[in-house]
């Protein structure tokens, strides 16, 4: 019993060791996880943003050609 119980405790040194060093590299993982997650999401909110902008430019350039077209058609009318 006491020869095992003295394996165990050299071993802890190890066992702590060993931890410590998974722990650090789940660690590392994780924040690179979280790093790539948030390019993605940026890049998700800019594609989204620049989708909103070109939507928004091609309401108000049909806006403004149907404007135009009032004014030619007044225009020409008169």
Do not use: F, R, W
């Not at 789940?26 to 996880?33: G, M, R």
């Not at 790539?36 to 350039?61: H, R």
Request: charged share 10%.
């Amino acid at each position: 019993m006491s020869s095992s119980s003295q394996n165990s405790s050299n071993a802890n040194p190890d066992y702590i060791h060993n931890s410590k060093e998974i722990n650090d590299e789940i660690q590392e993982q994780s924040n690179d996880t979280l790093q790539t997650l948030s390019l993605g999401g940026l890049v998700n909110a800019i594609t989204l943003s620049m989708l909103n902008n070109t939507a928004n430019q091609y309401s108000s350039q049909t806006l403004a050609n149907s404007a135009m077209v009032q004014t030619c058609n007044k225009i020409l009318g008169a």
